[in-house]
């Protein structure tokens, strides 16, 4: 009885585990194919701010953006 419920605990603990870095790389990978902003969407963002944004800063804030994934 007892080895019973230890066996649905681990069996719930390892598959919960496994789900989480299933759905994980599934993101990443999305992520990586379908990027959730690109250039033009920063440039209009930082010319809505009331600033003309230079490539450099664009290309800058690409690079910290896909740091951060």
Do not use: C, H, W
């Amino acid at each position: 009885m007892l080895q019973d419920i230890l066996l649905v605990l681990v069996g719930l603990i390892i598959g919960g585990i496994v789900g989480f870095l299933v759905a994980k790389n599934y993101m990443m990978k999305y992520f990586k194919k379908n990027p959730p902003i690109n250039e033009k969407m920063i440039e209009t963002l930082m010319s809505g701010m009331g600033r003309k944004p230079s490539q450099k800063q664009v290309k800058q804030l690409m690079q910290q953006m896909n740091k951060m994934m």
